[in-house]
């Protein structure tokens, strides 16, 4: 059978000195076999597929086959995991395949996770079992579509065979795209090891490949670098903040210097919002819980800046003075980053002093009256459009989930409608364009982790991945009506709340 689809390969990451990674190969599985493949992904990538049949694609992306031109390869890294240093990480179940230019001109990497034991497994077996797969799937789909730069899905592969974490699970292997796999543990690996050429060779590499605009003769091109990361993390999580999503496990090695959402292990979008949520099981004591997220990005891009010191400045004072502005910068750049988002969140095209005492008393009305995140804003968009309406604002304050609350005429909510209504009258668009403006930023979808929890568990009790495909549809359009999915706009009730995530490592 031959393994001959096209992939334009082109392996930029492979010509790098060979501390950067260790060549590894697949380990085969048993009895591959398709889920779902991302066809429209593919022809972004310039893949052909030259006929290749379901059964043919599952030995290519479960990696039984080699596609041609691959040079699999496992990347090294450290990382601060839960704030304590581990110098040698690496991939310890993904084998990077290659990288290839796009259809747009953009690089892309071509990564399997769950191919098996590399260098970096450090005992581990280098398998992915199906939740997991099926997790990563839905979330960085979703996060494309609901506009949140991401890593994405091309293929997720059942493997036949059955990994042992908690428990027996059936196994898979996922096919993740990135602009990279280069990551804030990726510089501090160099920087532990003191090896300031691979350093600056790293640097070096990214400049180009993310950061072309940065003139790379420039003297304080690596401080131009810091910068623009720092840049691209505020807005990063800005969104993430904006939308009520939780990464959940935002340790170094989880952060990419493109600026772009990646492994999507125990994360998970709020249902009701309370700013000290946490998902993660093994976010014992809430270090990335909701509201710390851009305190947490902050710190990491701390550690960023400390393995750049020798490269920004020959004085170690004067480079620390520099990274520090930035750093303090950074506050500001994601502070207002979010403030612009939940502007739009309200329907507000305008700015007043006024508006973030706004936001914070709405956030602190939804913490009171346990009101679901996501619908409350998207119930909003209604009562924008229809401002006089009493049942539309009845829609808003049907949401009210605390006992305390139920049946008052005098809850913190109510009050916080009348302030916005009053607000809204300073904008020059009509209702009804409010409201679309409002719609286009505040989806109607989101995947909840009740619906993730489901298809989880036809996938493995049944081996049905019906709902998972069904859920991916739904989710391709989050700012849509689709009103033969209405139900699935809903929180979950009390018997199906997930109140933990798992990693799945």
């Not at 796999?181 to 060779?201: E, K, M, P, S, W």
Request: proline residues 5%; glycine residues 6%.
């Amino acid at each position: 059978m031959s393994a001959s689809l096209t992939i334009p390969f082109v392996n930029i990451y492979a010509t790098l000195p060979s501390q950067f990674y260790s060549r590894a190969m697949p380990t085969p599985v048993a009895n591959p076999a398709l889920i779902l493949f991302n066809h429209d992904l593919a022809t972004e990538l310039g893949i052909e597929l030259n006929g290749k049949s379901n059964d043919e694609l599952a030995l290519l992306f479960s990696g039984n086959q080699l596609p041609d031109g691959a040079d699999p390869l496992a990347m090294a890294y450290s990382g601060h995991q839960f704030g304590q240093l581990n110098p040698q990480l690496g991939d310890g179940r993904a084998l990077l395949l290659g990288d290839v230019i796009n259809r747009d001109g953009q690089r892309r990497d071509i990564q399997l996770k769950g191919a098996g034991r590399t260098p970096y497994s450090r005992g581990g077996d280098g398998r992915s079992p199906i939740g997991p797969v099926l997790r990563e799937y839905v979330m960085c789909e979703a996060m494309h579509a609901l506009g949140v730069p991401t890593t994405r899905a091309l293929a997720a592969i059942s493997s036949g065979e059955y990994v042992i974490r908690e428990q027996r699970e059936p196994g898979g292997v996922f096919t993740r795209v990135a602009s990279s796999h280069i990551r804030v543990g990726t510089f501090q690996y160099f920087a532990v090891r003191r090896d300031i050429d691979g350093l600056r060779t790293l640097a070096d590499h990214v400049l180009a490949r993310h950061y072309p605009e940065i003139n790379n003769q420039a003297d304080d091109r690596y401080l131009q670098l810091f910068t623009a990361i720092c840049h691209k993390q505020a807005e990063l999580i800005a969104n993430w903040m904006q939308l009520g999503f939780i990464h959940g496990v935002m340790n170094t090695d989880n952060m990419t210097v493109s600026g772009e959402t990646i492994d999507y292990g125990p994360c998970a979008f709020m249902d009701t919002y309370k700013a000290n949520t946490v998902y993660s099981y093994i976010d014992r004591n809430g270090r990335y819980a909701y509201q710390n997220q851009p305190a947490i990005g902050q710190w990491n891009l701390a550690r960023l800046a400390e393995t750049l010191l020798s490269l920004i400045n020959d004085d170690e004072k004067t480079a620390i003075a520099q990274v520090t502005e930035v750093l303090q910068d950074f506050a500001v750049w994601q502070q207002q980053a979010w403030l612009q988002a939940m502007r739009k969140k309200l329907g507000l095209a305008t700015e007043q002093e006024t508006d973030q005492a706004l936001i914070e008393s709405l956030l602190s009305a939804l913490t009171e009256a346990e009101m679901d995140y996501t619908l409350f804003f998207r119930r909003l968009c209604d009562l924008a459009e229809n401002p006089d309406a009493a049942d539309t604002k009845l829609g808003v304050l049907t949401l009210i989930q605390a006992p305390a609350c139920n049946g008052s005429n005098d809850t913190a909510i109510e009050h916080w409608l009348d302030e916005w209504q009053a607000r809204c009258q300073h904008e020059t668009s009509s209702p009804k364009e409010q409201a679309i403006a409002m719609r286009a930023v505040n989806p109607a979808y989101i995947p909840r982790n009740h619906r993730v929890a489901e298809v989880i568990k036809a996938a493995e009790d049944n081996n049905d991945f019906e709902p998972f495909k069904r859920l991916l549809r739904i989710l391709a359009h989050p700012y849509a009506e689709q009103p033969e999915y209405s139900s699935y706009q809903l929180p979950p009730q009390p018997d199906e709340k997930v109140l933990r995530t798992f990693c799945g490592t």
